[in-house]
Nanobody
């Protein structure tokens, strides 16, 4: 069993930055693909970024602005978000899965953290 706890969300002005953190317990990070997803009101949950080993994957909408990283020693996953836009407003979820997917069919999910970007 894997437990995921996100933190770091908040309210930020357009053009600003936030760094989300995900604390992972129950298994080591090397065992899983780690991903970030987001869900805006009335919309489906969508892929943001994922990391497996040293390889990273990003949605086109966040490429060049967001960076996913992990610290295996601390069992932490991060999402650095720069140049935020109002359309980035959503609940952001950390997720873990045994295989790489760019769709939200992941085995384990955190509770989510709200990110709100004001214009």
């Amino acid at each position: 069993q894997v437990q995921l706890v996100e933190s770091g969300g908040g309210l930020v002005q357009a053009g600003g930055s936030l760094k989300l953190s995900c604390a992972v317990s129950g298994r080591t990070l090397q065992t899983y693909v780690m991903g970030w997803f987001r869900q805006a009101p009335g919309q489906e949950r969508e892929f943001v970024a994922s990391i497996i080993g040293s390889r990273t994957y990003y949605a086109d909408s966040v490429k060049g602005r967001f960076t996913i990283s992990k610290d295996n020693a601390k069992n932490m996953v991060y999402l650095q978000m720069n140049n935020l836009k109002p359309e980035d407003t959503a609940v952001y979820y950390c997720a873990a899965n045994r295989i790489l997917r760019l769709s939200p069919q992941y085995d384990y999910w955190g509770q989510g953290t709200q990110v709100t970007v004001s214009s």
